[in-house]
């Protein structure tokens, strides 16, 4: 693992490009204590970012939920994300745009306080081959619960949220395991902790509805996809043992694409005709044009 305060490379920061080394922050910032920090992940493929007004759509829009404005245009920030591509002379990458509050005001009121945009963009290839990706990975059960809507501010890509994921992650990781899954505050099957859940039962696509968590952007896109190839989606609230019915289950994110997965906790998947369908569709649909 690298330490990413120490590579090569450029990062846009308010405005400018920095050597990567240089773009810091000062201790009492505000997003550091309080959490007031929105970001995204997006992706590149051969030098064209997927979706790219979509994620900053997101970013802006998590900004105003969080009660801040970005003072920058969207196309400002579009066309910085492929400047600071360019500038680390990547094609194929992940890109990590986010907006915080500055160290001007640190409290709970945070009224007027700078609000600060940067963007690094680093090689991030997918690790696995598709013939790798297709034994799935193993999941266990997260030990904590997507909040509900009137608890935390569920559809923005906000930095407090990340707090349940990471401690879930954390937790499968020391156990062997690759993820968790989480449910929500209802109990319904929810997510993973860094990407959407598919399900396919009897040939067709089943979707948590994503009425207390990300609604993915790749998430959107093989919905989009399988609906394309006559494949039926079906979002619905889903019962943690009706994945006993699952034959496939696939996790969607920008960075996880499309994974595959082998099991959560009891329960078992073999990757097949589902799966192998959406990773090729999503590969062609991310490299086109
Ligand atoms: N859920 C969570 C918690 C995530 O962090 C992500 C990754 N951004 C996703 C879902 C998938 O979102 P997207 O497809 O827009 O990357």
């Not at 305060?5 to 204590?33: C, N, Q, S």
């Not at 709970?108 to 290839?125: C, D, E, R």
């Not at 266990?140 to 890509?157: G, L, N, Q, S, Y």
């Not at 902790?193 to 979707?207: E, M, S, Y």
Request: contains cysteine; proline residues 5%.
């Amino acid at each position: 693992m690298p330490d990413y305060g120490d590579l090569d490379g450029t990062i846009w920061f308010d405005g400018r490009m920095v050597p990567w080394r240089e773009a810091k922050l000062h201790y009492l910032t505000h997003g550091l204590h309080y959490a007031s920090v929105v970001f995204e992940g997006e992706r590149a493929y051969d030098g064209r970012i997927f979706r790219l007004r979509d994620h900053t759509d997101r970013l802006f829009e998590g900004a105003e939920i969080l009660g801040y404005k970005i003072p920058f245009t969207k196309d400002e920030i579009d066309q910085a994300c492929y400047e600071v591509l360019a500038a680390n002379g990547l094609r194929d990458g992940y890109l990590r745009p986010a907006a915080w509050r500055g160290s001007d005001k640190l409290g709970l009121s945070p009224g007027g306080a700078s609000v600060h945009v940067a963007i690094a963009a680093w090689a991030w290839p997918s690790y696995f081959s598709p013939e790798q990706k297709m034994k799935g990975i193993r999941l266990t059960h997260a030990p904590w619960r997507r909040p509900a809507p009137d608890t935390a501010p569920t559809r923005a890509k906000a930095s407090g949220l990340y707090q349940i994921c990471t401690l879930s992650k954390q937790q499968a990781e020391a156990q062997g395991f690759d993820d968790a899954l989480m449910l929500d505050y209802r109990g319904f099957v929810a997510e993973a902790t860094g990407a959407n859940l598919f399900l396919a039962i009897d040939g067709k696509l089943h979707t948590p509805i994503a009425d207390c968590f990300l609604n993915g952007i790749t998430r959107q896109t093989v919905i989009d996809l399988a609906r394309a190839k006559g494949v039926e989606v079906i979002e619905r609230h889903i019962q943690p043992q009706e994945l006993a019915q699952a034959r496939e289950a696939f996790l969607t994110g920008t960075a996880a694409e499309i994974t595959p997965i082998a099991e959560i906790g009891e329960y078992r998947f073999t990757p097949g005709a589902l799966c192998s369908l959406i990773i090729k569709d999503y590969h062609r649909a991310t490299h086109a044009g």
